[in-house]
């Protein structure tokens, strides 16, 4: 049997063996953080690189293969809000923002650009590592589950529109289609599985995140409001997902 020491030691080890798997790019100007995130993840058995500014990082993530970006919003060169609108558009990488506490309003922009999470400096290490390590955990299950479910394409349909599974590819009357980050996927997805049925926010809640939230985490607002503007639906007056105040969100539409 295996005493406390070394059951700890195995822990760490098999902790960080099933780390080594993703690469983390940290895109941050100030030095001295971009050294602790770089050595704090880089012990727990993540591969690590680091860059102070990344004008080129779409090129950068597609060539190493970055599984997570640890990106700040305020670079020289191109912004961290236009680092994240260009990543989203041709990526489904990870990206989690470092902003400062005056920052609301760039945190709240950047979740409606794709972003998936963020932080706030001055930023507890800890806390840092587990919302990183949820996220990779849903790329992971999110990329095994699409390869899984290949073969057993799962699509809703809804007046002229169309929604498949294995792609996030939401399809217009029209025929314009577009790929949904994983967020508005799961978001979209839980409200046409019960449709005419009122969702909470906790339940929605529970949908798109796998990892635990406050109460004051307006991502499912953000996310229907973008979804809203794909669906093209009036936010004074919409026809798809309705608001029920109070309560949380509804799918109005007819499903087929």
Request: proline share 4%; aromatic share 6%.
């Amino acid at each position: 049997m295996l005493d406390w020491d070394q059951s700890q030691q195995l822990f760490v080890f098999m902790n960080q063996s099933s780390n080594t798997q993703y690469r983390i790019l940290i895109v941050e100007d100030d030095i001295a953080s971009r050294s602790l995130l770089s050595s704090y993840l880089s012990k727990e058995g993540y591969l690590v690189s680091e860059t102070e500014q990344a004008d080129d990082l779409c090129e950068r993530v597609q060539q190493e293969n970055i599984d997570l970006v640890l990106l700040d919003i305020n670079l020289p060169g191109k912004d961290g809000l236009t680092l994240t609108r260009e990543l989203r558009s041709v990526s489904s990488v990870g990206i989690i923002l470092v902003t400062s506490k005056g920052d609301e309003i760039d945190r709240i922009v950047g979740l409606e650009l794709g972003a998936d999470d963020y932080v706030t400096k001055p930023f507890n290490p800890r806390e840092l590592l587990v919302r990183a390590k949820n996220l990779l955990w849903r790329v992971r299950d999110s990329l095994q589950a699409r390869s899984t479910e290949k073969n057993n394409s799962q699509q809703w349909h809804f007046e002229g529109w169309s929604l498949d599974a294995n792609k996030r590819l939401l399809e217009s009357p029209e025929g314009d289609a577009e790929r949904l980050p994983e967020g508005e996927f799961k978001l979209l997805s839980s409200l046409l599985n019960a449709p005419g049925a009122i969702l909470s926010r906790d339940q929605l809640m529970d949908a798109i995140h796998d990892r635990e939230w406050t109460p004051n985490d307006r991502s499912v607002d953000v996310m229907v409001g973008r979804l809203r503007r794909k669906l093209g639906d009036n936010p004074a007056d919409p026809h798809f997902i309705l608001t029920a105040h109070g309560a949380g969100y509804m799918f109005a539409g007819e499903v087929g």
